[in-house]
């Protein structure tokens, strides 16, 4: 029931999962896709950042998926320009972070499984306090 949950539009995730996060895909997975010779994004890529979104708890801020120049795809935690948090996925597993907290500054990269490290998780927290 829980992946059920976590499909639901009421809790914002589902919502990225069925439609943002194949949009952005299906505009980026060829070279070039931005104009200025962006790699294409992947299925390594796509399946990565699916894996993180449904690994977000219940009740999480929703995030906006993008796309990056290196292939990656990214979510990001926008609430105003001196608070907000992005998160890429990379192929091996690693998550690779950097976010502006005021006046605070921190980047870094944490290993996922199956769990969105704790490290990341009060970073999406501190986006929205």
């Known amino acids: ?15 990225t999962l069925k439609s943002e996060l194949p949009q952005v895909w ?12 962006a790699v294409p994004v992947s299925q390594e890529a796509l399946y990565g950042m699916y ?6 708890p219940l009740g999480s801020p929703r ?3 993008g796309a990056e120049p290196d292939g990656q795809l990214s979510a990001e935690w926008y609430r105003n320009p001196q608070r907000v948090l992005s998160v890429s996925v ?20 944490e290993p996922f499984s199956d769990e969105v490290p704790e490290t990341i998780l009060n970073l999406v927290r501190r986006v929205y306090s």
């Open 63 to 65: 995030p906006t998926i």
């Open 90 to 109: 990379s192929p091996d597993g690693l998550l690779h972070y950097a976010a502006l907290l005021g006046t605070s500054k921190t980047c870094g990269t």
């Open 1 to 15: 029931t829980e992946s059920y949950l976590h499909e639901s539009s009421a809790f914002g995730i589902g919502d």
């Open 26 to 37: 299906a505009e980026c997975q060829h070279a070039n896709w931005d104009g200025y010779g």
């Open 51 to 56: 894996s993180f979104l449904k690994a977000l």
